[in-house]
């Protein structure tokens, strides 16, 4: 299944968001991908923990991307558009976009590498994404090109 239209979420910009400027700080943008991930994978009934009979399932990021087109500050609402860009055989990649009022903030990608973590000393070892979790995340991926 092929959504048409992308996840799409709010954030209002917290005071600890903000530099002495007021201003967004970029390091927030990485959390608001990554709320709006956890959201998304929510919404298609998936976690960023998840666990089968072999044990804990978990997806860190391998890259990270934010470019900024304008600013936001304190108490402003920002639309976030999420997308599921593609599935790979261990990862998937989301696309981010930000407005507010309309107007384009910043844009953004995450790659995420399915693991399975070892449940003796945590150390994640990537494997190929379960059959189950990708007809979950297929439910989310998107036309990145609309």
Request: aromatic share 8%.
């Given at each position: 299944?092929?959504?048409?239209?992308?996840?799409?979420?709010?954030?209002?910009?917290?005071?600890?968001?903000?530099?002495?400027?007021?201003?967004?700080?970029?390091?927030?943008?990485?959390?608001?991908?990554?709320?709006?991930?956890?959201?998304?994978?929510?919404?298609?009934?998936?976690?960023?923990?998840?666990r089968?009979?072999?044990?804990?399932?978990?997806?860190?990021?391998v890259?990270?991307?934010?470019?900024?087109?304008?600013?936001?500050?304190?108490?402003?609402?920002?639309?976030?558009?999420?997308?599921?860009?593609?599935?790979?055989?261990?990862?998937?990649?989301?696309?981010?976009?930000?407005?507010?009022?309309?107007?384009?903030?910043?844009?953004?990608?995450?790659?995420?590498?399915?693991?399975?973590?070892?449940?003796?000393?945590?150390?994640?070892?990537?494997i190929?994404?379960?059959?189950?979790?990708?007809?979950?995340?297929?439910?989310?991926?998107?036309?990145?090109?609309?």
């Amino acid at each position: 299944m092929l959504m048409r239209e992308p996840f799409r979420t709010t954030r209002r910009v917290a005071w600890h968001d903000t530099d002495a400027a007021g201003i967004a700080h970029f390091t927030a943008f990485l959390r608001y991908m990554e709320d709006a991930e956890h959201e998304l994978l929510r919404h298609v009934g998936l976690s960023v923990l998840a666990r089968d009979d072999e044990g804990p399932i978990t997806w860190p990021r391998v890259a990270v991307r934010c470019d900024f087109t304008a600013s936001v500050t304190f108490e402003d609402v920002l639309d976030i558009e999420v997308r599921v860009a593609r599935i790979g055989e261990k990862s998937v990649t989301y696309r981010f976009q930000f407005a507010h009022d309309g107007r384009p903030i910043a844009h953004g990608v995450i790659t995420a590498v399915c693991c399975r973590l070892d449940p003796q000393n945590k150390t994640p070892q990537s494997i190929a994404i379960p059959e189950w979790i990708a007809a979950q995340l297929r439910q989310a991926v998107c036309d990145v090109g609309a």
